[in-house]
């Protein structure tokens, strides 16, 4: 049955659409809500309930909801209980950690004023508040195009076909996406939303931005031992088991009753495609400072994301004809102190006080400019100006004068308003980076104990991801022919270690090795839409409902 045989969608109109259930998207269904309790608002959802896709440290920055929800704190339901007592930050070595005294940090740095838990709960809890409102939330329902109206401004989205198979057709059990029809669209679907790089393509919202950056962030949550356990430390570190040219580093959070979360990030811009972020995770685990906390514990999940982290400069525009960008869709992580919640709700809290306004003078479907004019100025434009060099400089000059270098930055922006660096640029997209196999020796990285490092595929098991296995892959390679003859040939294979998940394998058989691509693994980290040398893989989403289930992450 080709697209034109299939029967016509049915619609249903809003006053805002949203796109991702994620903080960004419920911030702003709520801030509407807050500023008009009228407004029809939807948010549609592709994990299979509210915070199944939802990962993050996660050190929380309160910014954000003391705005949205001011007495956020006296709420017994809100799963934020555990705020920084601790807050501590180390050079790794191979043997040793060095601890940097906290003076040396800058102000922005601090973290004592910041809360621990697992963003999936809190992103439940703000559906719960924004479902009390009036917002009607549609999970999983994965957002699959977006619907243009004859003078091409967004006017909505449609949700994904139900029951296609793996041949294309539809099944017994097919059923047609529906369309949400709005006066405007906010897209808040995370790091390298797949509407959201169309539209950017589509209304060319980054001519004027440097490139997009990335980075691959892994967790685990672990119940340790009782007497192991302080609530409220937090620890960051650099270094050891990267190498001084690899950005990246980890974090160590001791949160609830007993629970310890523990992640590393890499920098997706590194060089050496015999690299694998998961392995380098794993041995991190195994520093003699490290490896005593988990002995004896349970892990109890495991899950990664592709995070945003050019910041300032990389933001691309925000508004276009029918609806806006907000949260880590247009990039707002703030990469040196690793948070990125607060802007996200910030930005779909600005971006919802100027929907509200618009909609109360009878606009619909133009374009948001204000909210485009007024980001920079605003909280989050402030928060991110002030680390705008930490990424580049730590790219260009390597981890240890990098580094300092980025602190110093920081340091010259918060005491005197002004960087000598002025604003340095990106230089070029992270699939740009990989240096050709040849000029780097393989790694053999150590088998796993299955105590204190696991494999990808037990890990990929506590992630609960599931996908409808007949049904179309929905990780697209453009060319096969030049996966072999490049991504093979030329890099060895980067794909089978940059992703967290064992999705992608190539097989050895006698007429060639063949590319194979294990869909029903996949986390949604969206690495490889990133990562591929030559931006070969499209990263598309699968039937709604499909992917990761986490339940605390």
């Known amino acids: 049955m080709s697209t034109e045989e299939l029967p016509p969608r049915e ?30 608002v939807v948010v549609v959802e592709k994990g299979s309930e509210v915070g199944a896709h939802i990962l993050s440290g996660a ?23 555990t705020q920084v007592k601790d807050d501590r930050f180390y050079w ?37 508040k924004a479902e009390a409102l009036g917002v009607e939330i549609y999970p999983g329902f994965a957002a699959a195009e977006v619907l243009y109206d004859e003078g091409g401004k967004v006017r909505g989205i449609a949700t994904g076909d139900m029951g296609i198979g793996r041949d294309g057709k539809p099944k017994d059990s097919f059923t047609r996406g529906m369309e949400l029809l709005g006066k405007y669209t906010l897209f808040a679907e995370g790091a390298r939303g797949s509407l959201t790089k169309q539209l950017i393509n589509k209304f060319a919202l980054d001519a004027k931005a440097e490139p997009p950056k990335f980075g691959i962030g892994l967790k685990e949550v672990w119940q340790i031992d009782p007497a192991k356990h302080q609530k409220g430390l937090i620890q960051h570190s650099f270094g050891w088991p990267l190498d001084m040219k690899t950005g990246g580093g980890s974090f160590l959070y001791h949160y609830d009753d007993n629970l310890v979360a523990v992640g590393f990030v890499v920098h997706l811009n590194y060089d050496d495609p015999y690299l694998s972020p998961f392995d380098e995770f794993q041995r991190f685990k195994t520093h003699p400072s490290i490896r005593g906390t988990f002995e004896g514990a349970k892990r109890l999940a495991y899950g990664a994301r592709a995070i945003t982290e050019g910041g300032y400069q990389s933001v691309p525009k925000l508004s276009f004809p029918g609806g806006a960008l907000i949260g880590c869709a247009a990039g707002f992580v703030n990469v040196p102190r690793i948070k990125g919640v607060h802007n996200a709700m910030g930005t779909g809290m600005l971006a919802a006080e100027h929907v509200a306004a618009a909609i109360a003078a ?53 005491l005197f308003g002004g960087s000598l660096f002025g604003t340095q640029s990106h230089l070029k ?34 992630s609960n991801t599931n996908h409808e296995e007949d049904q179309p892959i929905h990780l697209k390679v453009a060319d096969m022919n030049l996966q072999k003859a ?6 060895a294979g980067p794909s089978n270690r940059y992703c967290p998940a064992g999705v992608y394998e190539w097989i050895e058989e006698g007429a060639g090795p063949r590319f194979q691509i294990n869909a029903q693994n996949c986390v949604h980290c969206k690495t490889c839409d990133v990562k591929d040398p030559n931006g070969n893989i499209t990263w598309v989403p699968p039937e709604g409902g499909g992917g990761p289930n986490y339940e605390a992450m």
Request: with cysteine.
């Open 486 to 491: 490049s991504e093979h040939d030329v890099f």
């Open 92 to 128: 790794m070595t191979g043997g040793g950690a060095i601890k940097l005294p906290n003076f040396m940090m800058p102000p922005l740095m601090d973290n004592h004023h910041c809360y621990i838990g697992s963003l999936g709960n809190v992103c439940r809890w703000l559906a719960r």
């Open 59 to 81: 050190v929380i920055d309160p910014a954000g909801l003391d705005k949205l929800i001011p007495d956020w704190r006296e709420d017994a339901d809100c799963p934020l209980k």
């Open 11 to 40: 619609s249903m109109e809003f006053d805002v659409v949203i796109v991702g259930a994620g903080p960004s998207g419920l911030s702003a269904a709520i801030r509407l809500k807050q500023l008009n309790a009228d407004l029809n």
């Open 429 to 462: 997209p992270d699939r740009a980076t990989l240096d050709p196999a040849k000029s780097h020796a393989p790694r053999n990285y150590p088998k796993p104990d299955g105590k204190i490092t696991f494999d990808k595929l037990s890990s990929v098991f506590l």
């Open 362 to 414: 009878d606009r619909a479907n133009d374009e948001l400019v204000e909210y485009e004019n007024a980001w920079r100025t605003s909280s989050v434009g402030k928060d991110l100006f002030l680390v705008r060099n930490v990424k580049p400089l730590w790219s260009k000059f390597g981890t240890v004068l990098g580094v300092a270098l980025g602190g110093f930055d920081m340091w010259c922006n918060t």
